[in-house]
């Protein structure tokens, strides 16, 4: 897989599992944040029903007012999200996951979820392994890995990515909401800040947090990498927005995902209004390509704003690539100077 070829280290599968993986729960990212947050205090070996805790914790007090499954998915008594509902204020009031939530997350995490964490639809596992789990089965050990350690040193950046990743799976379990995700993908507020529900106009998340990881949380220009996510990452329109208003102006709107990448203060600076290089457009199509592969609603977003059909990945990426290089060659159309990209 290239996402992972151009950078193979732990934080690239670390990204895969929490950006690609498939979601049917959002079991995932509650235990990707307790595994941060353990990692972070510097433990090696904890008891699972530590993890539990934490794991029950983070899926307690996530703040949105959305379903941690699909609308359409019936829960069953011992489902693990019904367990939740049912301990949900008693654990609240008590300041920690009741004891019986507990016992359940640690009966039902090793199979349902920590199982799964590694693996992606396709291709199997990712190339690190973040944790493993030893001991007897009624007093189990996990072991926390180097490669998460690794990984949780760079905490801040991916528990926003994480977070971010997290609001945009519950919004599209949302059956209110999560239709017109389905149907239309997401939006983007005028000034490119945020991710919108379309119709609704309500922020779901930033733009920085839904979109980093899926450059390596490195300034698309430089490469440097991103220390943090707050407002001196920039947004940047890499077909740039103000062309738009140009009046001469046939190609799609730019204030859209597949044209938002993220730069560090001074590439911003530079890069202003210039013109992309073809490089840059090989960048831009290998981090398209990256948000295609992560399931809803991002890749959906994208196939619409491309208006690409078919079925096969390969349709579909060569068709993101024609989408690109139409836009480049309209852009260019008044520059004899400049090469123009062959549409396949
Ligand atoms: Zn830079």
């Keep these: 897989m290239s996402f992972y070829s151009a950078e193979p280290t732990p934080r690239t599968s ?24 353990l990692a972070k205090q510097g433990h090696d070996d904890v008891p699972l029903t530590v993890l539990a805790e934490r794991y029950s914790w983070s899926l307690l007090t996530r703040a949105g ?14 489902d693990f999200l019904a367990i939740l509902a ?36 396709g291709i ?21 890995t180097p490669e998460l350690h690794r990984v949780a040193a760079a905490d801040d950046v991916l528990s926003h990515e994480l977070d971010s990743r997290w609001t945009i799976v519950e919004a599209s379990f949302d059956s209110r909401i999560g239709r017109t995700l389905i149907d239309s993908g997401v939006q983007i507020d005028e000034q490119g800040q945020d991710i919108v529900i379309p119709a609704r106009r309500t922020t779901l998340t930033s733009v920085r947090g839904a979109i980093a990881g899926f450059q390596h949380g490195r300034c698309f220009y430089c490469h440097q990498e991103f220390e943090h996510l707050h407002a001196d990452i920039h947004v940047d329109h890499f077909f740039p927005f103000s062309w738009m208003n140009t009046g001469s102006w046939h190609g799609p709107d730019l204030n859209h995902v597949w044209n938002l990448v993220l730069a560090c203060g001074p590439c911003n600076l530079t890069k202003s209004n210039r013109q992309p ?39 579909r990426a060569r068709k993101r690539h024609d989408f690109v290089a139409a836009v480049w060659n309209h852009m260019t159309e008044r520059s004899a100077t400049t090469p123009s990209i062959a549409v396949q």
């Design 277 to 315: 290089t073809t490089h840059e457009v090989g960048q831009l199509l290998d981090r398209n390509d990256a948000i295609a592969e992560s399931p809803h609603p991002l890749r959906r977003t994208l196939e619409i704003t491309m208006q690409a059909a078919g079925t096969s990945p390969d349709v």
């Design 14 to 37: 670390w990204r895969q599992a929490v950006l690609m993986g498939v979601n049917s729960r959002t079991y995932k990212f509650a235990l990707g944040t307790a595994l941060l947050d």
């Design 86 to 121: 049912r301990e949900r204020t008693e654990s609240l009031t008590a300041g920690h996951p009741t004891e019986e939530l507990v016992a359940a997350a640690e009966k039902s995490m090793p199979g349902m979820v920590m199982q799964k964490f590694h693996n992606l639809r």
């Design 124 to 144: 199997g596992e990712v190339a690190h392994s973040f944790y493993n789990l030893h001991g007897p089965t009624r007093n189990r050990i996990v072991h926390l």
């Design 65 to 78: 007012n959305y379903p941690q499954a699909p609308a359409t998915v019936a829960l069953r008594d011992n």
